[in-house]
Nanobody, 120 residues
Framework: VQLQASGGGLVQAGDSLRLSCAGS????????MGWFRQAPGEEREFVAA????????EYVDSVKGRFTISRDNAKNTVYLQMNSLKPEDTAVYYC??????????????WGQGTQVTISS
């Protein structure tokens, strides 16, 4: 499975961005898909994940109400709509595919990162 992330950029605080992650090589319908992020000097942290149908989603508390994860399974693609962005959202964002186990995403496949920078 290959995951290709895109959509990052430089925006101002309060703006929005939508990240996309397209999968290839295998259907991802059996996997949770999600997003992680890593800020400079910080550990990679979980951001959001969605099951195949989108009926179950998980978010880290700091993005609840601002970020929305969604999937287009026909396109093998997952999106992260990010609204009301804050400077602390600045990070490299990585998409991932795996299984939800014991309250965490057990990642089997990683995509490359896409840089998101929020200016104050």
């Amino acid at each position: 499975v290959q995951l290709q992330a895109s959509g990052g950029g430089l925006v101002q605080a309060g703006d929005s961005l939508r990240l996309s992650c397209a999968g290839s090589g295998r259907t991802l319908s059996s996997y949770y898909m999600g997003w992680f992020r890593q800020a400079p000097g910080e550990e990679r942290e979980f951001v959001a994940a969605s099951n195949w149908s989108g009926g179950r989603t998980e978010y880290v508390d700091s993005v609840k109400g601002r970020f929305t994860i969604s999937r287009d399974n026909a396109k093998n693609t997952v999106y992260l709509q990010m609204n009301s962005l804050k400077p602390e959202d600045t990070a490299v964002y990585y998409c991932a595919a795996g299984f939800w186990r014991s309250g965490a995403l057990d990642v089997h496949f990683w995509g490359q990162g896409t840089q998101v920078t929020i200016s104050s």
